[in-house]
């Protein structure tokens, strides 16, 4: 797996947001929800302001081809002694239950403990298949947060956490 050094890789990790997100959540928002959110969450500009200046940073997963089939992206908690917390975990539905998503995390949890023992929260729909593979994984709901995110859209999540 590679890390992300340039915007060229934002436009992968675009495209393979738009290609996860349909299977992903059609039934569980409408589609003008996912084209809002995913217009603001994976327009260039907003990935490159992520990684800039929210300190986010990028995990891609490729294969054998040099194919991307993958990503993930997580950063510290400020003021929060090595506490994380993952943006984003998506693979290719095509490469899904072959063991990617679990290695993108790994990796993950291998930065994270190169400063010790950490932990890392995340958000996932409350009704999204996800949640038993986070549960799966290890991860425990804390609680459920309802996000206004604008143009009177909400996220319906449970917030999940994991030591590491
Ligand atoms: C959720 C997602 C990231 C998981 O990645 P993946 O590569 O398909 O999962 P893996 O193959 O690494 O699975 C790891 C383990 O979890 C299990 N698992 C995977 N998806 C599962 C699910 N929906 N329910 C229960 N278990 C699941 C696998 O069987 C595997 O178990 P094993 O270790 O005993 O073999 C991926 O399916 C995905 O991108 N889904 C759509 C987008 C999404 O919802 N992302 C999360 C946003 S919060």
Redesign the pocket.
């Known amino acids: 797996m590679n890390c992300i050094l340039d915007s060229r890789d934002f436009e992968t990790i675009r495209e393979i947001a738009f290609k996860?997100?349909p299977?992903?959540?059609s039934n569980i928002i409408t589609q003008q929800q996912m084209n809002y959110m995913l217009e603001k969450m994976y327009a260039i500009t907003s990935l490159q302001h992520q990684q800039g200046n929210l300190g986010h940073r990028f995990i891609l997963a490729i294969d054998e081809n040099n194919t991307a089939i993958?990503f993930a992206s997580f950063s510290t908690v400020e003021n929060q002694s090595n506490h994380h917390r993952?943006h984003?975990?998506?693979?290719?539905?095509n490469?899904?239950?072959?063991?990617?998503?679990?290695?993108?995390?790994e990796a993950i949890y291998a930065e994270i403990k190169k400063n010790g023992n950490g932990s890392i929260e995340?958000?996932?729909?409350r009704y999204?298949?996800?949640?038993?593979?986070?549960?799966?994984?290890g991860y425990e709901i804390l609680k459920e947060e309802d996000i206004d995110i604008g143009e009177g859209f909400f996220m319906n999540d449970f917030v999940m956490l994991k030591d590491v």
């Open positions: 996860t997100w299977e992903a959540y993958g993952l984003k975990l998506y693979v290719l539905p490469q899904q239950q072959k063991g990617i998503g679990k290695l993108l995390l995340l958000n996932v729909n999204n298949n996800a949640l038993a593979f986070y549960q799966k994984l």
